[in-house]
């Protein structure tokens, strides 16, 4: 992943739209911004430290940039471990996954243990002896392959390479769909699963997910010492230093539209800022579709109208605002509980 630079390529023009369009929405690049900076550096810090098991809970609203943190984390945590990657090969330092939604009841955590023994080079795990077993397997002559790994063997084996492959991070991309459809019982029981895969790895997990993710703050991880929230924030319309940096942010994106004249849409920051509530992500992909727009209809540049045709409906930001003022606040409470400053009106808050 690339930071960003203000010129484009010279023979852009003479592309396709449809690779025009690509060089715009490229997630391979990132821009530099004042929070994403934030975040990484404290995250960098602690994943390359080596110095003990955590959990760290990387939250913020939808759309605020949290899938391109994790890659430029990805690829900040590789190039600081490359020397020791020379020396042992075997080393795989970073496993990022997305947790996936699941329509049941219950998470499954078998399918989250795959999808990680998958990323740790396992990729025949269910066709691997069960040692549980191996007497029933000595009788019958033959080894227990062919069926499905039962839970608890995969667990043991996600452990087992762990140990092995010695990563400095596991990143959980979507972490809040493992407790979407939680019960406050099940919440505790889940607690109880990822603190017993900490202390069992001695592994960074980083878990990446809307503020949905604070209810894990429900159970035992709450009191356990090990695990820290990192906040990723929207920028804020009323705050001076966050207005400057979001039309600093614009004025970027803008010298990235691949159209022959370059759009003023500093001009038009507010309106920008309104359709995006302030979340880098929410930007890029809405100007994303404008850009597409404009390239469809043979535009020299982008104007107010393909924005306009192309953003969020009014009552869709404002119910974005209204979730992520109350993820603000639950963000706030904890860490003023954490740092005992727990204020009175937030206490008064609590339900």
């Not at 991070?169 to 607690?191: K, P």
């Not at 356990?224 to 614009?250: C, M, N, W």
């Not at 469809?296 to 003022?325: P, W, Y």
């Not at 639950?330 to 937030?346: H, I, T």
Request: a negative charge; glycine letters at 6%; hydrophobic letters at 40%.
């Amino acid at each position: 992943m690339e930071l960003h630079t203000d010129q484009l390529p010279s023979d852009l023009f003479e592309q396709s739209n449809q690779q025009r369009l690509d060089f715009f929405k490229n997630d391979q690049y990132a821009i530099s911004h004042r929070n994403l900076d934030q975040a990484v550096n404290v995250l960098l810090q602690r994943a390359c430290s080596r110095s003990q098991s955590e959990l760290i809970l990387v939250v913020g609203p939808s759309g605020v940039g949290k899938s391109i943190l994790l890659r430029l984390l990805e690829n900040l945590v590789i190039r600081e471990v490359l020397p020791e990657l020379i020396h042992n090969p075997g080393l795989i330092p970073f496993i990022n996954i997305e947790a996936m939604a699941t329509g049941q009841g219950k998470f499954m955590w078998d399918g989250l243990y795959r999808q990680i023994l998958v990323a740790l080079g396992e990729l025949y795990i269910d066709q691997k002896i069960d040692y549980g077993t191996i007497q029933d397997s000595l009788k019958r002559k033959k080894p227990s392959s062919g069926k499905r790994a039962s839970e608890i063997t995969l667990l043991n084996a996600l452990l087992t390479s762990l140990s092995h492959r010695k990563p400095y991070v596991v990143a959980i991309d979507e972490m809040q769909h493992i407790i979407r459809t939680a019960s406050s019982s099940t919440l505790e029981d889940y607690g109880e699963r990822i603190k017993f895969l900490m202390e069992g790895s001695q592994v960074v997990w980083v878990g990446f997910g809307t503020y949905q993710l604070l209810r894990l703050l429900n159970s035992d991880l709450r009191s356990s010492g090990i695990t820290k929230i990192i906040h990723f924030p929207r920028y804020h319309y009323e705050v001076e230093q966050d207005a400057q940096e979001f039309q600093r942010i614009l004025s970027i994106f803008q010298s990235r539209v691949p159209l022959p004249e370059t759009p003023s849409l500093c001009e038009c920051w507010e309106f920008c800022y309104e359709r995006s509530i302030g979340c880098v992500g929410i930007l890029k992909g809405w100007l994303t579709q404008a850009v597409a727009l404009a390239l469809e209809e043979t535009a020299n540049t982008l104007s107010i109208s393909h924005l306009e045709r192309t953003a969020k409906l009014t009552f869709e930001c404002q119910q974005m605002v209204k979730d992520g003022i109350e993820g603000e606040a639950r963000v706030a409470e904890y860490l003023a509980e954490q740092s005992g400053l727990f204020p009175d009106y937030l206490q008064g808050n609590e339900e």
